[in-house]
């Protein structure tokens, strides 16, 4: 696992009867120790997303949607789009492959601080991102895409976009869901929900293509993989930002090195 994980999903392995191995944040950093773990012990490696079983296993979180809203599809109504979090796209390539030719249109949703939104950024230039080293709280998104959910996702038949939303969208995304769902995520899970609130380009394109009627959008919530410790250090991040707005410390714009406050 990387060095800088939340203590929760360490401590969560660990209960599992886990050895676990650290090693640097990169994709580069972890294969590498991956590669002595396996050539120490023999062990079978399993890939976390880039890996055709792994996608399709993801996948079948297409296949429970579709069965989620099938009293609204029996009552004529239909799923116009998914948004899902996407880190290594292990998860949003299987749920594309699962919704293609259904007309369900499928979208991905990053985090933007510290070049997160890799898959994004990706697309625009036609060239996967092999690496990403960023501090976002939505630490579960982290990871660059691999080889074989880069060729899903690059695929506009199959992913007909990527958005990016930041550290402060999040947040309210996650306060949102907390409050009024009652619903405990964790920050990676709400960038879908926070996409559709906060990123106007998104907006705009369901406006436009949507019409008066707009669009009914299927959100996965990907994870509850949090402490209220780490929710407290979140929270409690935006209290102090706003005392030192007050106080003249921060700047309005919030600039300022995030922290590692995922947990």
């Known amino acids: 696992m990387p060095s800088i994980s939340t203590p929760s999903k360490i401590a969560g392995t660990q209960a599992q009867g886990a050895i676990v191995h650290f090693s640097g944040?990169?994709?580069?950093?972890?294969e590498a120790v991956v590669t002595d773990v396996v050539r120490a012990t023999g062990a079978t490696l399993i890939p976390p997303y880039d890996h055709p079983d792994i996608i399709l296993g993801q996948g079948t979180m297409g296949l429970e949607i579709q069965s989620e809203v099938a009293s609204m599809?029996?009552?004529?109504?239909?799923?116009?789009?998914?948004?899902?979090?996407?880190?290594?796209?292990?998860?949003?390539?299987?749920?594309?492959i699962a919704l293609h030719g259904t007309g369900i249109r499928v979208f991905g949703a990053e985090p933007s601080f510290q070049g997160a939104d890799d898959a994004r950024r990706g697309v625009e230039t036609g060239e996967r991102v092999a690496s990403v080293k960023t501090l976002t709280i939505a630490d579960g998104?982290?990871?660059?895409?691999?080889?074989?959910?880069?060729?899903i996702i690059s695929d506009k038949e199959y992913v007909r976009g990527l958005y990016a939303v930041t550290e402060q969208n999040i947040k309210?995304?996650?306060?949102?869901?907390?409050?009024?769902?009652?619903?405990?995520?964790?920050?990676?899970?709400?960038?879908?929900?926070a996409t559709i609130l906060y990123n106007e380009e998104f907006r705009q394109m369901v406006e436009k293509e949507g019409g008066a009627k707009g669009w009914n959008v299927g959100v996965v919530f990907s994870g509850g993989n949090t402490t209220i410790e780490a929710i407290m250090k979140?929270?409690?991040?935006?209290?102090?930002?706003?005392?030192?707005?007050?106080?003249g410390v921060l700047g309005r714009d919030g600039s300022r090195v995030a922290e590692n406050v995922a947990g």
Do not use: H
């Not at 599809?73 to 998860?91: F, T």
């Not at 982290?142 to 959910?149: E, F, I, K, M, Q």
């Not at 309210?172 to 929900?193: H, I, N, Q, T, Y």
């Not at 979140?234 to 106080?247: L, M, P, Y």
């Open 172 to 193: 309210d995304a996650m306060k949102l869901v907390l409050e009024r769902m009652k619903c405990f995520v964790e920050p990676s899970a709400v960038v879908g929900l």
């Open 141 to 151: 998104l982290r990871t660059p895409l691999g080889d074989y959910t880069w060729k």
């Open 25 to 30: 944040s990169t994709s580069q950093e972890r």
């Open 234 to 247: 979140i929270f409690g991040d935006v209290e102090e930002s706003k005392k030192e707005r007050e106080e």
């Open 73 to 96: 599809l029996a009552a004529g109504e239909k799923l116009d789009a998914v948004i899902a979090p996407c880190g290594g796209g292990g998860m949003l390539s299987g749920i594309a």
